[in-house]
T-cell receptor
Framework: QQQVKQSPQSLIVQKGGISIINCAYE??????FPWYQQFPGKGPALLIA?????SEKKEGRFTISFNKSAKQFSLHIMDSQPGDSATYFC???????????????FGKGTKLSVKP | ETGVTQSPTHLIKTRGQQVTLRCSSQ?????VSWYQQALGQGPQFIFQ???????GRGNFPPRFSGLQFPNYSSELNVNALELDDSALYLC??????????FGPGTRLTVT
């Protein structure tokens, strides 16, 4: 059973446009929601993350919107650039206490292509 | 760059063989998690080590095993390799309850 559902599978956006990727989760024990960016042949790189006690977090051109009641969160990339072309993964984790933590549950990924 | 390194970068093995992958965690991090990423898929959790003890395991068979050393580096061992084990193997390091940072991965091909 997939615990984190991500859509769309692929996305094509014109340069300067807004890219929106959506995720939904099932497990209410999740308390940390990161987004990772992955270029071909590379490991995932942490992009931005949010905790469920806030509804929005913005870092530069990247914004996470979080809806706790709907168990949904989304990544918005403003002024999308060709260099943003990559695969984006949402993830969820129960961060744990006392030194240890749970494991990341990833969505299946969204391949973003930004056309010049 | 995250400071997490993995070796080797690529390797090719034959079905039935054994393989050891290595990960050096970011300085100061005490937790290492291993993930398997099949082509076109999101990473899948294999197991996690916290202060040299296994601290959780995903849905992988016992032929996937690991170690964490006193300097918090880690190994992933896979015995009796199968064709479906072909994937990118990622390790991620973290400090206790904080964010996980991934290495570049090891691309394993089983023929």
């Amino acid at each position: 059973q997939q615990q984190v559902k991500q859509s769309p599978q692929s996305l094509i956006v014109q340069k300067g446009g807004i890219s929106i990727i959506n995720c939904a989760y099932e497990n209410t024990a999740f308390d940390y929601f990161p987004w990772y960016q992955q270029f071909p042949g590379k490991g995932p790189a942490l992009l931005i993350a949010i905790r469920p006690d806030v509804s929005e977090k913005k870092e530069g051109r990247f914004t996470i919107s979080f809806n706790k009641s709907a168990k949904q969160f989304s990544l918005h990339i403003m002024d999308s650039q060709p260099g943003d072309s990559a695969t984006y993964f949402c993830a969820a984790i129960s961060m744990g206490y006392g030194g240890s933590q749970g494991n990341l549950i990833f969505g299946k990924g969204t391949k973003l292509s930004v056309k010049p | 760059e995250t400071g997490v390194t993995q070796s080797p970068t690529h390797l090719i093995k034959t079905r039935g063989q054994q393989v050891t992958l290595r990960c050096s965690s970011q300085s100061g991090h005490n937790t290492v998690s291993w993930y398997q990423q099949a082509l076109g898929q999101g990473p899948q959790f294999i197991f996690q080590y916290y202060r040299e003890e296994e601290n959780g395991r995903g849905n992988f068979p016992p032929r996937f095993s690991g170690l964490q050393f006193p300097n918090y580096s880690s190994e992933l061992n896979v015995n009796a390799l199968e064709l479906d084990d072909s994937a990118l193997y990622l390790c991620a390091s973290s400090l206790s309850e904080n964010e996980q940072y991934f290495g570049p991965g090891t691309r394993l091909t089983v023929t």
